[in-house]
């Protein structure tokens, strides 16, 4: 659906790497045809490719194939990007996590959350709840 307002964007792909490179490649023209900034572009990209990649890697502890969902939205009047991903992985809410140590040197720190990080820091917005045994996370962030 596109008008004056909104455009959408819809995908779903499996657990699998092979369909986060699709659905990296397909987010990134979306985007790309909606904002001039690659830089801020890339930025949201890469804040996916952490996210989903999550999903993936930890969301389930069986072999089988699981859909995730993502949309995106954007609105040309507030001129930001709304992303939804949607999973039946383990619960887990991204908008709440272990803040990394980041004053250590690399050696000394503990692995783990350093991703989460700079997703919410380069979003303006993460939104998370679970209903029916789904994952929900929206991020938003403006396109200015």
Known sequence: ??????????????????DLRKLLTEIDGFLLSHCKNPALVNKIVMCMDELVTNVISYGH???????INISAQIDMIKREVSI???DDGFEFDPTNPTKPNIRNPVQQRQIGGLGLH????IFDKMIYHRENDMNILTVVKSLI
């Open 84 to 86: 939804t991903i949607k």
């Open 61 to 67: 502890n069986d072999k089988a194939d699981h859909d």
């Open 1 to 18: 659906m596109t008008d004056q307002i909104n455009t959408l964007f819809e995908m779903k792909i499996l657990n699998k790497k092979d």
């Open 118 to 121: 700079i997703v919410s820091s």
